[in-house]
């Protein structure tokens, strides 16, 4: 049997990665304080997977294999087992630092821990612990089954061997890794979120409506998704969270978020998750 995987979080990046490592022959266990949350979290996955049959992409037997292969918990002891636990809560810098705190307590000696961050530094996060050459980013893509990129991230710490693992089983669950320095907002989200954001600048100035805005992108630039659609997607709350910390850590006025974006967040308007962005996604 292939070695466990914890991940803590149930939510929409955390039962991704769940998935893709239980469709790939990993036992993993499902952590969330939240019982409705696993619960999502588990249906979610099998409503994904049996998409995935109905393309072809999954037999039945394949799909029932991986499901039998999640274990829910509410209690972080059961990352004890794991060799390898991926942190994929919200994007808290603290709430990450007290989950991390608690997992050197409780995993196992010699047990990676990865963190699933869009831009928290590695290195702050390994410093929470007593094992730092064993701590790791691993930043998804969303739809964790879908894409193919994961971001790996070295903190200052983490040592050669530890890299090495993280890199192959991202290519044991056919990703491509791709390593990357740890500097705020690493590589996807340092290119990506300053185009979001001046988006979000073009329509709070009435450059352009929303649709306006992303068929340019869709259409002139060959994006398969507009910015302000794939900011709902995301979700504003998170693109919000990004370039504070990319703001913050770099000191550079271009990452400083659009006062549009902190209203729309504001007013609980966080995109599809909530119902309404900068597109409404109530109906």
Not at 141 to 167: C, Q, W, Y
Request: charged residues 20%; contains cysteine; proline residues 5%.
């Amino acid at each position: 049997m292939a070695d466990r995987v914890a991940v803590i979080g149930a939510g929409q990046m955390g039962n991704g990665i769940a998935h893709a490592f239980a469709q790939s022959g990993f036992p993993v266990t499902m952590i969330d304080v939240s019982a409705d949350a696993l619960a999502r979290g588990r249906s979610t996955i099998e409503k994904n997977m049996e998409r995935q049959v109905r393309k072809g992409a999954l037999d039945e037997a394949t799909r029932d294999a991986a499901l039998a292969r999640i274990t829910l918990s509410e209690q972080l002891d059961a990352a004890s087992d794991a060799v390898l636990v991926v942190e994929a809560a919200t994007e808290n810098r603290n709430l990450k630092f007290d989950i991390f705190r608690s997992l050197d307590r409780i995993a196992a000696p010699g047990a990676i821990l990865a963190s699933n961050t869009s831009s928290i530094a590695i290195t702050e996060i390994a410093a929470c612990t007593k094992r730092p050459e064993l701590v790791i980013g691993m930043h998804f893509m969303n739809p964790v089954p879908v894409m193919k990129l994961v971001e790996v991230i070295r903190g200052l710490a983490t040592s050669d061997e530890t890299t090495a693992r993280v890199m192959e089983l991202a290519g044991a669950l056919g990703k491509t890794p791709v390593e990357v320095a740890d500097y705020p907002g690493f590589v996807a989200n340092r290119i990506l979120m300053p185009m979001i954001n001046e988006a979000v600048y073009c329509l709070m100035e009435g450059v352009g409506s929303a649709e306006a805005i992303d068929t340019v992108m869709k259409l002139g630039m060959n994006h398969p998704m507009g910015p302000l659609t794939l900011a709902d997607f995301i979700g504003l709350d998170t693109c919000l969270a990004i370039l504070e910390v990319m703001h913050d850590g770099l000191g550079d006025p271009k990452y400083r978020p659009c006062p549009l974006l902190r209203k729309y967040v504001a007013a609980g308007w966080l995109g599809k998750k909530s119902g309404r962005g900068f597109y409404n996604y109530a109906s």
